[in-house]
């Protein structure tokens, strides 16, 4: 469980001595960035889910995959919510295949390229840009 810290104005205060007595400091600020290929947010309709798809492409060494869904709320910073969401939008699209297996039971799952290139190459056709431009911002969740 997460706790969200309301972050409040601060005084002034000069870097290198707060690194000096804060030096949890930089390691907030050296985290590894995290990014994903935009055009998969243009497919899913779904800021979340290109988040999440982008995410398990990155993991896919096979047919099925362990993706470990506190990894990934760390690493995005997705609520529970969102994750959960964004995994239903992946599966309404056909997208994501999940299954539960083993004991303790763990959620596996398998991307399906298949419906993910016939996304691509129907993108593709469309005008240049004319994806981003009529669906806007707005339009994704």
Known sequence: MSVKHQLQPTPEVDL??????NPELLFIALQQ???FNPVLVDITQSLT????LSTALEEAHGDWV???????????RLTNGELKGARQRL?????????????PSR????????KLKTMLVSL???????????????ALH
């Open 124 to 138: 593709s056709r469309l005008p240049s840009q004319a994806h981003v431009q009529a669906n806007g911002p707005t």
């Open 33 to 35: 960035p995290i990014s």
């Open 66 to 76: 362990d993706l470990d869904q506190e990894k990934i709320k760390r690493t995005t």
């Open 91 to 103: 599966r309404d699209l056909d997208l994501l295949h999940e299954r539960r297996i083993g004991f």
């Open 16 to 21: 290198l001595d707060e690194l000096s007595t």
């Open 49 to 52: 889910a290109g988040l999440f």
């Open 107 to 114: 959620t596996q799952y398998s991307i399906n390229f298949d």
